[in-house]
């Protein structure tokens, strides 16, 4: 295998107009991330209506809806925090 292409092979790409418009701009992937945790916090509460209601007979399943749930909002509130502490970076610096 060749060095050359391995090195040259990225940078062709960025260039590469076809490329960025299979990307997705930040606000869709902060979009499909909402509503995925939108998502599984629904699915996390609808495991707790079952489980409260005697229909769910495996609580592991449940404990795990909850737990995806849990992390991917603590995710969520990080990637919210860091954001905002960028910009607050961002509007003190001095031009």
Request: charged residues 25%; glycine residues 2%; without cysteine.
């Amino acid at each position: 295998m060749k060095i050359d292409s391995v090195i040259t092979s990225p940078i062709n790409n960025i260039n590469d107009p076809n490329t960025k418009k299979d990307n997705p701009s930040f606000a869709e992937l902060l979009a499909k991330s909402l509503n995925e945790v939108n998502n599984l916090q629904i699915t996390a509460d609808n495991a707790i209506k079952e489980i409260a209601t005697g229909k769910m007979d495996n609580i592991q399943d449940a404990v795990m809806a909850i737990e995806k749930a849990d992390i991917s909002m603590r995710l969520l509130l990080e990637v919210k925090n860091k954001a905002v502490q960028a910009y607050n970076q961002i509007m003190n610096m001095q031009v």
